[in-house]
């Protein structure tokens, strides 16, 4: 291997009760050991862990080298080295350990200053700065993980809810990478006899069984299908869910705001406009994290100033997963209600309708609800409710219907979910690859043609776990990683 021995940083960089420098290469024990006060690491078991002091000026004597190393005049020998830190040194060999590389990890009180110093001395005794990523690159490099797994270790550190740590540490066990690679055995056979034909291409014979091909092809439709279908879940798992709050002004959008989160975040008051921004909070619901966006009312203004906010809520719907509306029957009428729903209506945007303050209107028989079913159920919108914000009436089945938001993104066939946009499109590529293969098959087209999809269904496959992969991809992959990752 013969690379670089890295250091860098593994814990945040900030104050804590510990903090823990990771080094990695050939030279790891070579290096710590020129700045360790303790056991001899060089000849310390894998897996072990020692008492000692991190030190800047060390002399050899007693450090473990050979005695006639130790005898060589070292040129600070006469300075006495300089305690940095009191510390626990953690000692992994190879191939066992993160990046498959002899490994060290040194645990030591955590100051950034501490670690500023540490990481001085070892850099001034042969190691260098690790890069973004750099040592998760090593791992995939080394062949100890795959792309997808080293993509989820990322997820991993970046997960903020049970949704996305869940999925993320399926990837990181291998989830994907083994359902990938049952589908690219099957081709990978099928590819073969292809090729075989193609071989013996004079004689006109086939090795491969069509039909048996066609129902591998129809299997791996399915499989990649639903792949592909799950992304819709991991990406709402993964990135959450954004709901935009729409409604005339002073229809009660901060006020379910505040109902939702349980805290006066918004703004809430009694002049028509005053929301002039748009507020973002987070809840997580089920483990996944919605974006309420409650925005500036959505009316004709001659205010410059709530002007942007009514273009910022339009831009708002437009990147929304789910639209809740709110109306109340004072200020709207059913014609504003069905207008506004048929103007934003859009396929991938679930629209529900909330019909707020229904404390003041308890006595009233509910025929605008009743006339909006009719123009908008099931067809615009699958739902309305009735709620009274102020007085926290009816907020559970607002709740209610984001759940079932998410439950409905789920796909039961595959518990293997994508998350990344990256697997998201080498899947797509393989799909349609996968589908040219099977007009090929139905169109008796010529194997040559046939061999060419196949391998290209292959590779894009073999993408998503970096086995056809590019430095440019790499970069891009790795360079989002922190420094210690
Ligand atoms: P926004 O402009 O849509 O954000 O509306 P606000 O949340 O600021 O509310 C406007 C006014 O309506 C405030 O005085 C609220 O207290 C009141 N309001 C909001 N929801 C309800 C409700 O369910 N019932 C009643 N009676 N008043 C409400």
Do not use: W
């Not at 300075?79 to 940095?84: A, G, K, L, R, V």
């Not at 102020?390 to 293997?416: A, F, H, M, P």
């Amino acid at each position: 291997m013969n690379q670089d021995t890295i250091c860098a940083l593994a814990t945040a960089n900030g104050i804590g009760a510990i903090g823990i420098i990771r080094v990695s290469g050939d030279q790891s024990f070579e290096i710590v050991s020129k700045v360790f006060q303790g056991k001899n690491l060089e000849k310390a078991d894998s897996h072990t862990v020692y008492y000692g002091f991190i030190v800047d000026g060390k002399s050899e004597v007693g450090s473990g080298k050979s005695e006639v190393e130790s005898n060589i005049q070292h040129p600070t020998s006469n300075i006495q080295p300089e305690t940095i830190d009191e510390v626990m040194v953690s000692v992994f060999k190879a191939p066992k350990t993160f990046t498959a590389e002899d490994s060290v990890e040194i645990s030591f009180h955590g100051s950034p200053h501490i670690a500023k110093k540490i990481l001085e001395v070892l850099i001034k005794n042969g190691a260098r700065m690790a890069k973004a990523g750099e040592f998760t690159m090593r791992a995939f490099m080394n062949g100890r993980i795959d792309l997808s797994q080293a993509e989820s270790i990322a997820d991993l550190i970046a997960s903020e809810n049970e949704a996305s740590r869940k999925v993320a540490l399926n990837q990181l066990k291998g989830g994907i990478t083994n359902e990938i690679s049952i589908l690219r055995n099957d081709l990978l056979n099928f590819t073969s006899l292809i090729e075989l034909e193609l071989d013996f291409a004079e004689e006109d014979v086939e090795f491969a069984d069509r039909s048996a091909m066609v129902k591998l092809i129809f299997n791996l439709k399915n499989k990649l299908g639903s792949l592909i279908d799950s992304f819709q879940f991991g990406n709402a798992v993964k990135n959450g869910v954004d709901v935009a709050i729409i409604g005339k002004p002073n229809a009660g959008k901060s006020t379910l705001l505040n109902a939702l989160l349980k805290e006066e975040r918004a703004i809430v008051s009694d002049i028509a406009g005053t929301t002039r921004d748009t507020i973002e909070e987070i809840l997580h619901i089920s483990g996944t994290a919605f974006r309420f966006i409650d925005t500036a009312g959505i009316r004709e203004t001659t205010d410059t100033i709530e002007e942007i906010g009514v273009r910022k809520a339009k831009e708002k719907i437009a990147t929304a997963k789910v639209l809740l509306y709110l109306y109340d029957e004072f200020d709207s009428t059913v014609n504003d209600v069905v207008s506004f729903v048929k103007e934003f209506y859009r396929k991938d945007l679930e629209i529900v309708l909330i019909h707020n303050k229904i404390d003041l209107s308890k006595n009233t028989e509910n025929h605008f609800d009743t006339q909006l079913s009719a123009e908008l159920l099931p067809d615009f919108v699958k739902k309305i409710i009735g709620i009274s914000a102020k007085e926290n009436q009816g907020i559970e089945q607002v709740i209610s219907v984001l759940k079932d938001y998410i439950e409905n993104l789920k796909t039961e066939e595959s518990n293997v979910v994508i998350t990344n946009q990256r697997h998201y499109e080498a899947l797509q590529k393989s799909l349609d690859s996968v589908k040219r293969v099977e007009n090929a098959i139905s169109g008796q087209i010529h194997t040559e043609l046939l061999a060419y999809e196949l391998r290209n269904a292959l590779e894009h496959l073999g993408e998503i776990s970096g086995e056809f992969t590019n430095d440019e991809v790499l970069g891009n992959i790795f360079s989002k990683f922190c420094i210690g990752k």
